[in-house]
């Protein structure tokens, strides 16, 4: 290949074969073959020149090739050899004068603890089956994460960006929450993937934000999963074991000035935080 720029599908289909390459669903790999969807998430996510980016799940490098062309420098984290092996040979053969600002690192996401250079944004098209873990894992282990945009199934991203009361705010919702605010700024059709997907994507933009609490955030977090593990009954009850009763959970509540009759759809992470905050000097809730 001597031509340079983005991937088309003829590119994306010659380098998979290339790599002898079946998409895995169990992995969640669908490639963008669409350079115009490319540059709009590019276009979308704000990178500017020289900004350092986090690319998790690369593949075939489209996103790549597009964070490259808008002069940011990418650190690719991709968990199959044969992908993370092909991405700086593509790179050097479509945007030579990009190479020097490509990073690959070959590792799981939800693994890698340290980067170099950090990362001051998330760019990234997640694979479905792993797409909240791995944002949330990349906002607690890298502070340095100031924004992101990232596109994960369309379900997935309406169950992240929603408020409270909706129907699908739950765990992942509060979760993203306490570290960021987030929106759904656009939607991607099946048909721009290779494989072609059963289902269409959505992008969610996020910026972090100050962390609603001091309180330890694993404790905030052990009251969410315990809220949302039974989210059809009042708090009072779904809380009972992490404050030993329903008595004692009702206290608590209305110690933190929540009605115990409400259920956990219907809480901000702040109040989340301020029932966790009744568990300061009390048991683990996630014990």
């Known amino acids: ?94 945007l030579p004068d990009a190479v020097e600002r490509l990073t690959v690192v070959e590792a799981d996401a939800m693994r890698v603890t340290t980067l170099d250079p950090m990362p001051t944004r998330v760019v990234a098209n997640l694979p479905y089956n792993v797409s909240v873990p791995v944002i949330l894992h990349l906002l607690a282990t890298f502070p340095s994460i100031a924004s992101g945009l990232v596109m994960v199934q369309l379900e997935v991203a309406d169950r992240l960006v929603a408020p409270p009361g909706s129907k699908v705010y739950g765990t992942p919702s509060a979760k993203l929450a306490w570290y960021a605010s987030a929106s759904r700024v656009g939607t991607v059709p099946a048909s721009v993937f290779w494989p072609v997907p059963n289902v269409e994507s959505g992008l969610v933009a996020f910026a972090r934000r100050e962390a609603p609490s001091t309180v330890d955030r694993e404790r905030v977090f052990g009251v969410v999963d315990a809220a949302f593990g039974q989210r059809r009954k009042m708090l009072r009850a779904a809380l009972a074991r992490v404050f030993g009763s329903s008595a004692g959970a009702t206290e608590a509540l209305e110690r933190a000035g929540v009605d115990p009759t409400l259920r956990g759809e219907t809480l901000t992470i702040g109040q989340f935080a301020s029932i966790a905050h009744q568990l300061s000097e009390g048991p683990d809730p996630r014990r």
């Open 1 to 94: 290949m001597t031509d340079t720029g983005l991937l088309d599908p003829r590119t994306v289909r010659t380098l998979a074969a290339e790599l002898d390459l079946h998409p895995s669903k169990q992995r969640g790999q669908n490639f963008v073959v669409d350079p115009n969807t490319v540059r709009r998430i590019v276009a979308l996510s704000g990178v500017q020149p020289g900004e350092v980016v986090l690319e998790v799940g690369p593949g075939l490098g489209s996103l790549t090739l597009g964070l490259l062309e808008a002069g940011a420098h990418v650190v690719a984290v991709e968990i199959e050899p044969s992908l993370a092996g092909r991405l700086v040979r593509t790179v050097t053969e479509r």
